[in-house]
């Protein structure tokens, strides 16, 4: 429709055709969409819920030698795992902000309970 010279639909005619690697706006949804903003309240949402873990890992955890608090994935999993069911990959997403560290890719219930995780 963009390339039709028969359509009437000018918020056609006003958008980018395409977007390239270079731009700033490749691979992001349209400012002021409700698209962008879904992605923002998600974005604070998983916010919390990481600030979240690391208060419970605060609370549960001890704190050791080095000063930081530490806990076991199983002792965290059976603590966190009645907030959400999200553990492991709120785990992950505050290993990625540098907020945690732990040993290994996955963390599985069972397998990994003696896991340290510590609270950086």
Same mark, same amino acid.
């Given at each position: *429709?963009?390339?039709?010279?028969?359509?009437?639909?000018?918020?056609?005619?006003?958008?980018?055709?395409?977007?390239?690697?270079?731009?700033?706006? @490749?691979?992001?949804?349209?400012? &002021?969409?409700?698209?962008? *903003?879904? &992605?923002?309240?998600?974005?604070?949402?998983?916010?919390? $819920?990481?600030? $979240? !873990?690391?208060? /419970?890992?605060?609370?549960?955890?001890?704190? &050791?030698?080095?000063?930081?608090?530490?806990?076991?994935?199983? *002792?965290?999993?059976?603590? @966190?795992?009645?907030?959400?069911?999200?553990?492991?990959?709120?785990?992950?997403?505050?290993?990625?902000?540098?907020?945690?560290?732990?040993?290994?890719?996955? !963390?599985?219930?069972? *397998?990994?309970?003696?896991? /340290?995780?510590? !609270?950086?």
């Amino acid at each position: *429709q963009r390339k039709n010279p028969f359509s009437n639909d000018d918020r056609l005619a006003s958008k980018a055709v395409h977007t390239h690697k270079g731009d700033s706006t @490749y691979g992001r949804p349209p400012e &002021g969409s409700q698209t962008e *903003q879904r &992605g923002k309240d998600a974005h604070s949402h998983v916010g919390k $819920e990481v600030e $979240e !873990l690391c208060l /419970i890992i605060r609370s549960t955890g001890e704190v &050791g030698e080095d000063g930081h608090v530490s806990v076991t994935f199983g *002792q965290l999993f059976e603590t @966190y795992v009645t907030i959400s069911n999200k553990v492991v990959g709120i785990l992950l997403r505050a290993r990625k902000h540098g907020l945690v560290h732990f040993e290994g890719e996955m !963390l599985w219930q069972g *397998q990994d309970d003696d896991v /340290i995780i510590t !609270l950086l």
